[in-house]
């Protein structure tokens, strides 16, 4: 999780080390593996009367699937296995169970979901899916030609720019149709959940990040007050961003079938 301090430098150093690098690519690689599930079990779910949109929904989870293969694939082109990844860090796990989204339990039954449940899907990704295209959109600005990272990035970062344009897009729809209410109470539980969330899983994964790395007291004091200067930032009015709506330049970006993850020799 990066800030928006050294962000390339601190990065460069996570890369080079082998440690650090595959906790990295494991996490990124748990929580896209996560939500390439709950995307494929939302599709199943979906009620009869919105049938159209599960395509959409399908290709949005396997987008998930195939960036989980492709973080995978980039510690094995390293000759690295995935390490555990420590609860503290897992982004996805604890939106789930601080109630964002929809509950894993409630995944797991072969119950068809509501339109509300849709509305509140659509929702939660729009918040978090505004967060990763953020996140990419800064690795690509510095590691778009790495000859290790740089495809991977490049094509992650274009799918997140999808699924962003994909949750603007539905959620207009649903709003033209009566859920506008719903749609901005929901964005707004979301945004201030997961700006919380966020900069509590950057402490911890930049606290294992030092330790791996040897950061001095101070850079990581440093790095954790910049961490938290973005979260007071988006508390104080920078959440808003999460909950705008506006109809994308890319019209029904998830309309066609997932691209193949870039080989890497």
């Known amino acids: 999780m990066l800030t928006m301090l050294s962000a390339k430098s601190v990065f460069q150093e996570i890369l080079a080390n082998d440690e650090s690098f595959a906790l990295f690519c494991s996490i990124a690689a748990s929580g896209e593996s996560q939500g390439g599930w709950e995307n494929g079990r939302i599709a199943a779910l979906v009620p009869d009367s919105e049938r159209e949109i599960a395509p959409k929904i399908t290709r949005h989870g396997a987008d998930e699937d195939k960036h989980g293969r492709i973080f995978n694939a980039l510690m094995k082109k390293r000759g690295l296995d995935p390490v555990p990844v ?4 897992d982004y996805t796990m604890l939106l789930e169970k ?77 709003a033209h149709a009566g859920h506008g209410r719903a749609i901005q109470r929901t964005l707004r ?24 790395l040897g950061w001095s007291r101070v850079k990581s004091a440093v790095l954790a007050a910049g961490i938290h200067a973005l979260y007071a930032y988006e508390r104080l009015g920078g959440w808003r961003r999460m909950v705008s709506l506006k109809m994308p330049e890319r019209r029904d970006a998830l309309g066609g079938p997932a691209s193949a993850a870039p080989e890497f020799a």
Do not use: W
């Not at 420590?86 to 860090?89: F, G, L, Q, R, Y």
């Open 189 to 212: 539980a979301c945004a201030l959940a997961e700006i919380r969330i966020y900069r509590d899983v950057s402490l911890a994964v930049m606290a294992h990040m030092g330790r791996i």
């Open 86 to 89: 420590p609860p503290e860090t």
């Open 98 to 174: 601080n109630g964002i989204g929809l509950a894993h339990e409630r995944l797991g039954r072969d119950e068809r979901l509501t339109v509300q449940d849709i509305v509140t899907y659509l929702s939660h990704s729009r918040v978090t899916e505004q967060r990763a295209s953020e996140q990419m959109e800064l690795l690509r600005k510095h590691f778009a030609d790495d000859p290790g990272i740089g495809r991977a990035v490049r094509q992650i970062s274009n799918d997140e720019d999808n699924h962003l344009a994909y949750c603007h897009e539905e959620l207009l729809r649903f």
